[in-house]
């Protein structure tokens, strides 16, 4: 007999709370979300409060030289309009079209024998994310409107908001017919590992964070993981690549956000470019104020030009093996040349975190071979890897962006939260059954024709 | 440094044979199917010399009582037209669309930037499968078609013939553009155990086999793992089922092959049936020579029936609990009486292992919350679960039948071997740069106009 642990509990609380949703119109959850809003509201000022308590203890981790000023500043609610597009991007959330019920696949095997594959939630969902605590709220809206039950674990650094924000999520379920209990918040790492025993009850884990927490959440668990992981995103300038454009892609994807997982970690220049291209982008880099660091060919590309770069000596450097696996996340840039296009999709697959690579490039043939060969989520041809985003992307709004190859990849909207079932109905006299059909005399023959349905017609 | 293992150096030969296989065009994937099945036909005179030697050998553990006669029987390619439709199974998925290249989503971002979800292989798959040697075939002709490179590992009852399938199917790829190393077998399990460390070159794990295989992978790697595993499937009679149905679609869904993992295995009786569905219901399964497992309630409704059923005490007896979580895979079925649908949902949700459960009603709101409720890849109304299988839905083939609900679920054809990437091309004079985007004077908007195609434009 299994023991009921505190987490087992939850484990269950959140399976059943799936389990009766089931049996709920998608518009009760749109209902919710919109209670949702309305109750966040009402509590802003305790929830503020709780915030400022947050930011308080991280104030005295910062002092004392544990915890980085940047993060400090994401954990504050109260900041700009950060409350208010929270509350909005509930509502948004809400009036997104439903992801679950539309029929994907829909055929007629035998007369008044039809089946019909149509979009589901996937069940009960494990979110482990890091810091800003209005990632509770994203999350659970998403959840709600997709249909899934869920587990959230936000960063200890905003566990007193993210209590608050959680108490007030619960209270709104509980005057909807959603069960209270379709979105808890655990506060422990321990919660979370015996969660991860507990693949009876929990469907998928979404970790959002580095690489390391990624790896460790599969290493411990049976559930099946969509990672939301590191970019080391990379620029490929090939041998045929405009002047302006290398420049433009190349600055925007390393400058326009430094710290986001879609900027440029490392520029690949083909040999060729080495005279020409290299050194005006280097320049353009430069006065971006970015530090490179460069393989031997491109750092002597730079140090014989005349007159030198003015911050060559301050901001050049001799690149080693692990600048080429650093996701910098700051103005830092690693730069290698290479040979051949062939070459730099090689170093791409071998060294990208198959998130986002571009290139840029004139020849069609090249933007061709380059997308077909990079074995990444995103493979862009003279466009800067920043546009890696599901509002960019225009999916409204987006769970996290995925580095697995599994059910969602790249940026992953309410789709990524679904999966399908099958549903075949019989309206036949007798029902239907399997030994009626096969080879030889009186027996059936499958239909297989198409059914034209969005939905469900029943 | 890694080490160069046997399992690292085949692991990367599989990684390698993919990237390179990116580059060709999907008509070349099929140009090597049709060279297999040829090779296959040219060495068809050794492969069924090394089968026979297998079949010597599993006599001898046959005589042993260490095996199965009917395990032995699933090893002979020579029975029947096994080897023909072996061929001909190649040819068949040969003919089958490009489930890659396909356009999924597309959208003009802005002027010239355009975005397209198009799928693509998932790169290199680990399948690993239990005594039939002909999987061995089926497994690697879905994995060429859908562009993924593939390791496999059989049974070893069958390892004789796997090993002279897979040089066939190597010296035929030897004869195409395709690397030999697209498809390469391995005979131990301590191999499979270095593969699941690699996750850095292996993307997807497919184990078919028992509950206990599956979850020993999913247990031993971070790779993301498609298992197909046991079928626990339910038949569960309504208040409303009409007789003549429950009747057809227990029988079928109990005896048309009771080996199968689509078999029911335990059958639910609405109460109010006891003595009215169900006595009919069980007199058609004695007479079809099936055990039956009764709870205390549908056991007194036979045993007071008038005249009880002949062979009710050879063949009816009192369930244990562990009835209905067995997957009996024999004419046994475990039977149990439940108050409402509500009550059999829940138990639905609780026994099965969420592969095929079916409803007999009459009754449209019945169907519709047993179809919302049960969270199995198949819910059936009316119609024997034995209808849950890749040719009968109309896929072509199948891969197996999933029972996780992330990425493919039930059936899985050529679309379950398939991922997406997304492609950004900017045609603008510039290149595109997110720093022009955004709130504010001389900022641009997103489009996100729909673009309709098929598939890439370039």
Known sequence: MEENTPAIAIAKAARSAFEKSQLLLASERVTALHEIR????????AILAANKQDLELAQVEVDAGRMSGSLLKRLDLNKGDKWDSMLQGVVDVANLPDPTGRVTYASELDDNLELYQITCPIGVLLVIFEARPEVVVNIAALAIKSGNAAILKGGKESSNTAVLLSQAIQRALARTSLPDTYIQTIQTRAEVSSLLELDRYIDLVIPRGSNSLVRNIQNNTRIPVMG???????VYLDESADVEKATRVVVDSKTDYPAACNAAETLIVHEALLQSVWPKVARALLEADVQLLCDSATLHALSTLSPPPSNL???????????YTTEHLTLTLSVVALPSLAAAVQWINAHSSHHTDAIVT???EAASLFCRG???AGTFVNASTRFADGFR????????????????RGPVGLEGLVIYKYILRSKGEQGHVVGEFGVGAGKKKYKHADIMAASLPF
């Open 374 to 376: 990079v074995d990444s």
């Open 38 to 45: 309305k109750g966040l509201e009402a509590s802003k000022d």
């Open 313 to 323: 000596s301050a901001r050049v450097h001799l690149s080693t093996p692990s600048s």
């Open 228 to 234: 939301h992981a590191d970019g080391l995103c990379h």
């Open 393 to 408: 992307y225009g999916f409204g709004t987006e769970v996290g962006i995925s580095t697995g190859k599994i059910h969602a």
């Open 362 to 364: 004139e020849s069609e």
